[in-house]
Nanobody
């Protein structure tokens, strides 16, 4: 199981970025995928999750209405579209999967078994 997150960068407040999580050695038909972030000196927090079973999604309150998780099964990739970015969104963003489960626990994975490497998002003027 491998995941690779990319697409981070620097953006001004109010701007947008789309992160990608490319998965390999498994398909999106089987396991739920979650996005997380960790800001400096803060704990890692769950942001959003997409279930493999039906593609249902959920979001943390801090990003609901601004971030959108989606998937492209043909490309075996999960995306996180981030709009209306704020300085407090600055963090390293990670994707992860729960091997063996197709569903999420709200906006989080039930368990996190494999992580992709992080991609840095900086929101600053």
């Amino acid at each position: 199981v491998q995941l690779q997150a990319f697409g981070g960068g620097s953006v001004q407040p109010g701007g947008s970025l789309t992160l990608s999580c490319a998965v390999s050695r498994f398909t999106l038909d089987y396991y739920a995928i979650g996005w997380f972030r960790q800001a400096p000196e803060k704990e890692r927090e769950g942001l959003s999750c997409i279930a493999s079973s039906d593609g249902s999604t959920d979001y943390a309150a801090s990003v609901k209405g601004r971030f959108t998780i989606s998937r492209d099964k043909a490309k075996n990739t999960v995306y996180l579209q981030m709009n209306s970015l704020k300085p407090e969104d600055t963090a390293v963003y990670y994707c992860a999967t729960d091997v063996g489960r197709s569903r999420c626990s709200g906006y989080k994975l039930v368990e996190t078994d494999y992580w992709g490497q992080g991609t840095l998002v900086t929101v600053s003027s």
